[in-house]
């Protein structure tokens, strides 16, 4: 075999190696056309005069309010139920287990629909009528969002728990630490990192949720317009370059939440 | 004191048989046994971290069968030590005393004065992640001590340590505990181990304790076979006579062998040494002629990686044991010459009643 020639095995090798960099490259210039696209078909003057409209402005204040509510609403459900999954046995447990994994599979705009419906029944009524309005209103926003990313905040921590040896709670109770004092002492600093992570994805989930929210508030503007409810209206009247501009302010804030994900999970404890 | 009365559990994969225990107050217990015996069930049982349905635990004459782990006083050490990865060295030594609310003065002195004892006081301010193995057991210990426990329970303290650390941080257990005097429950594998640093020793198959007794008595006079197995049946030689030659060391004489051997007490009665501390060779190794000894090969089995051979040498009969690749090597037959060096330091002795 003279220098220039290579084994077999080599050979495959390399055949390997091309074809999944060969589905990486159409995959990244894929993404990277859509955005070239939109990008081509605005400019930099219309695109600012559309993002400080008042109408923008709105619903980037009302996404940011309601997605930041609903993520704090569902961090603090999801923490409990993600630990006594975790770490609890209990009869019926891979039933309840499933059952809050629905919401991750299920179309969001079935939620919405689901939720509407109760809405509907007595109870749902009840509680329209004497404790606070949701449908078609701004708590609407919070309830649809709260109802799509608990689920995901849920199999977040619940990954994030998993991981965290037992031993260590049980060495923070021979040190004196009740259990919920060893939770807050000793499981929550190891999941600290995981916590962090999940509030990030499930705030950005709740950015970018549309479907339960347009089924349960409408799209009414200046009342229950979030960003992707914009984007909405605006192409349902043809104005595609501020669904652009739109479009380009939950991509950048979709950038920013990945990015600071891997910053922090790339920080995380050796558990 | 630790009182364990009859106490059974069955966490399916491991159990525990009706176990009777008493560890005195200023005791260094060693729990002994082959991996799957149970023995960090009976260590977690006492550090509270299982519900007990049979039998009960007593901790400095106080019924602790029913206490949650926070109440019972324990300094637990789980193998592998578990320190808090968020934590520096000084705060997770701190970590019970701030608890237990501790004042901040007294807890800055205390986290010194252990940090002293353990001779870690420079790591203070150390991430825990990038301690030695042998640091990191110091820093476990400190932090399991700082609450002055009742008991200290030991969880395979040294086994993810290499060899060298791992026998100075025995010298060091020993030492730690004759300074505080707490009752210490230690669980092995490794019977070098436990009889370097045990007062007395408690030999654990398939969740029963089959033995428990002083180093000597264990080795000496197996109770039964299993124990015998597990300590692995050592040569055992009765002493015809015994003088002491100088500071420190002892000649004994048994059934024509002279041995030479490290001893300070009284007569030596018998000596035991296991297969594997009996080097042997096809030829007569150089250097001075103590303990060696030239004998006939008598027997020889050969099973697995090991090979045994039997050599009798005046009215003795010694088993050896070596890898079996270098016995391939070796030219030894049945009957013919060998030549045996006995290792000095791994020579046991035993003087019946008054025996250390």
């Not at chain 1, 179309?107 to 749902?124: E, H």
């Not at chain 2, 210990?141 to 030991?154: D, F, G, I, Q, T």
Request: hydrophobic letters at 45%; a positive charge.
């Amino acid at each position: 075999m003279s220098v220039f020639q290579v084994s077999k095995g080599v050979r495959k090798e390399r055949v390997f190696k091309m074809a999944t960099m060969s589905a990486l490259a159409f995959l990244t210039l894929f993404f990277i056309t859509i955005l070239l696209a939109m990008v081509a078909y605005t400019d930099g003057d219309t695109m600012i005069s559309t993002l400080i409209s008042e109408e923008v402005l709105f619903a980037i204040k009302l996404s940011l309010i309601t997605a930041t509510i609903a993520t704090i609403i569902s961090i603090v459900v999801a923490i409990p139920v993600a630990y006594a999954i975790s770490k609890t046995e209990f009869p019926g447990k891979d039933i309840v287990d499933t059952l809050l994994d629905l919401p991750i599979v299920i179309s969001p705009i079935a939620l919405g629909a689901a939720l509407l419906v109760f809405f509907n029944t007595p109870p749902g009524r009840g509680i329209e009528n004497h404790i606070m309005r949701f449908v078609f209103e701004v708590p609407g926003i919070v309830l649809a969002q709260f109802t799509v990313i608990s689920a995901l905040a849920v199999r977040l921590l619940k990954s994030t728990f998993d991981g965290i040896d037992t031993r260590y709670e049980q060495v923070g109770r021979t040190l004196g630490c009740s259990k919920l004092r060893v939770f807050f002492r000793v499981t929550l600093p190891l999941a600290r990192n995981g916590v962090i992570a999940s509030c990030i994805l499930t705030w950005a989930k709740a950015m970018g949720e549309f479907g339960a929210t347009v089924t349960l508030v409408g799209a009414t503007p200046f009342k229950t317009e979030t960003l992707p409810i914009a984007i909405f209206l605006s192409l349902a009247t043809a104005n595609v370059e501020k669904a652009v501009a739109v479009i380009f302010v939950l991509i950048i804030i979709a950038a920013v939440a990945l990015l600071a994900i891997r910053r922090i999970t790339g920080r995380r404890y050796p558990i | 004191m630790i009182e364990i009365r009859n106490l059974s559990i069955d966490l399916g994969e491991f159990s525990l048989k009706n176990i009777n225990l008493t560890i005195g107050d200023r005791e260094y217990f060693v729990i002994l046994g082959p991996t799957g015996a149970g023995k960090t069930i009976i260590i977690e049982c006492i550090a509270g971290l299982h519900r007990i349905k049979q039998g009960e635990i007593w901790i400095d004459g106080n019924n602790a069968t029913r206490l949650a782990p926070e109440e019972r006083c324990t300094g637990y050490v789980p193998q592998d030590y578990v320190l808090f990865p968020f934590l520096n060295v000084a705060d997770n030594i701190a970590f019970g005393l701030r608890q237990a609310k501790y004042p901040k003065t007294q807890t800055v002195e205390k986290v010194k004065s252990l940090s002293n004892l353990m001779g870690i006081s420079h790591l203070l301010n150390r991430d825990t992640r990038s301690l030695s193995g042998g640091e990191k057991q110091r820093v476990a210990l400190a932090r399991a001590l700082a609450l002055s426990p009742k008991v200290l329970l030991l969880d395979e303290p040294l086994s993810s340590l290499d060899l060298q650390t791992s026998k100075y941080l025995r010298m060091e257990l020993r030492r730690i505990h004759k300074e505080l005097g707490v009752a210490t429950l230690h669980i092995t594998h490794n019977q070098m181990e436990a009889e370097e640093v045990a007062d007395r020793i408690g030999i654990l198959n398939m969740g029963k304790l089959e033995q428990v007794g002083k180093p000597d008595e264990v080795f000496f006079h197996p109770e039964n076979e299993i124990v015998s197995d597990f300590i692995g049946a050592p040569n055992i030689l009765n002493c015809d006579s015994c003088r002491t030659i100088g500071h420190g060391i002892a000649e004994v004489t048994c059934d024509g062998m002279c041995i030479i051997l490290p001893h300070d007490g009284g007569r030596i009665q018998k000596i035991a040494l296991f297969p594997r501390d009996i080097y042997i060779s096809d030829v007569q190794p150089p250097g001075p002629q103590v303990n060696r000894f030239k004998g006939t090969i008598t027997n020889i089995k050969s099973s697995g990686a090991t090979a045994r051979i039997e050599v009798r040498v005046s009215g003795n009969t010694l088993q050896t044991e070596m890898p079996r690749d270098i016995f391939e090597d070796m030219d030894l037959t049945v009957g013919k010459e060998a030549f045996l060096i006995l290792k000095l330091r791994r020579i046991r002795t035993f003087e019946g009643k008054n025996s250390q």
